[in-house]
């Protein structure tokens, strides 16, 4: 059984950073491995993924230049993030895929295991 635990979240002032992480445990070959966010009254998106090595990495559009994904091992993984905007604020979820992606690394319905989310506000 695959489990994800994630931990960093809180509240931060506009402009402030945070860093996110995530470990995985349980039977999982843990290949993709990603960060998605969602806010009241809307669908879950996809943040950043990064690949087992983090040598493929994938942003969305809004966080890219600001976020950083890192997998420090095939089973850790942790997201930077500077610059933070009220738009940010989110539950941020750790996602996993134990096959490769072939299109669309960001959707979330490509990911079959999560967390139970960490929550992160920012702040005017």
């Known amino acids: 059984q695959v489990q994800l635990v994630e931990s960093g979240g809180g509240s931060v002032q506009a402009g402030g950073s945070l860093t996110l992480s995530c470990v995985a445990s349980?039977?999982?070959?843990?290949?993709?491995m990603g960060w998605f966010r969602q806010t009241p009254g809307k669908e879950r998106e996809g943040v950043a993924v990064?690949?087992?090595?983090?040598?493929?990495t994938y942003y969305a559009d809004s966080v890219e230049g600001r976020f950083t994904i890192s997998r420090e091992r095939a089973s850790t993984l942790a997201l930077q993030m500077t610059g933070l905007t009220p738009d940010d604020t989110a539950v941020y979820y750790c996602?996993?895929?134990?096959?490769?992606?072939?299109?669309?690394?960001?959707?979330?319905?490509?990911?079959?295991?999560w967390g139970q989310g960490t929550q992160v506000t920012v702040s005017s």
């Open positions: 349980g039977y999982t070959s843990t290949l993709y």
């Open positions: 996602g996993e895929r134990g096959s490769r992606v072939v299109s669309a690394p960001l959707a979330p319905g490509k990911y079959p295991y």
């Open positions: 990064a690949d087992i090595g983090g040598r493929a």
